[in-house]
């Protein structure tokens, strides 16, 4: 779903899409299969080549719990806030500035996004946000009691860690297959 960016009068213009105006329904498809969602998002120009966007989405990942191997709706509930700039010319051995790790971004403060021409493809944008919401580790939420409200298993006090035991074989001579070799 592409916005034509051309078209966002100079007080900005909101959009509230849900499963059933079904604008995002074919792009979230492959991560949400029919699962319900809703995407609330303001488009406002800054100048007459950038644009801020802020907004919402909430939707069900279908997530396998990592400590029962149930799948879970796994819930999300992402905000974001991006800078739409056009986008940059890169030539080759061209360079540009970025944070050393991770771990170094600044916290709350806007992104930066590119977009072609006067489009911007908002449906891309979001199925990667509900994309990157995707947990490592999946877990359903505790209940009261400390136990998975899924599968009822005591959470507290109890790994949930896999340990295999591997044969302890003595190591082979690496000259040891010699020995089996005919020589006629």
Known sequence: ???NLTEIPEEGRAYHWNS???????????????????????IKPLNSRDFELIGTIKTKL???????????PFPVDEKFHEILIPKQNQPRGS????V?????LPEGGPEVSEYEGHHFDIGEYLH??????????AAGPEDENGDCSI?????????FSYDE??????PLNPFAVLKNIKTN
Do not use: W
Not at 100 to 104: E, G, I, K, T
Not at 165 to 170: I, V
């Open 62 to 72: 279908p997530e396998i719990c990592s400590r029962c191997g149930i799948e879970i």
């Open 100 to 104: 050393n790790h991770v771990s170094d």
């Open 165 to 170: 035991k591997m044969p302890s074989e003595k």
């Open 1 to 3: 779903m592409k916005i």
């Open 20 to 42: 059933q105006t079904a604008e995002l329904n074919s792009v979230l498809a492959d991560l949400i299969g029919k699962t319900l969602h809703e995407a609330e998002f303001f």
């Open 128 to 137: 990667e946000v509900v994309g990157l919401a995707a947990p490592f580790n």
């Open 151 to 159: 599968c009822k298993i005591p959470v507290k006090g109890r790994s």
């Open 95 to 98: 360079k540009y500035s970025k």
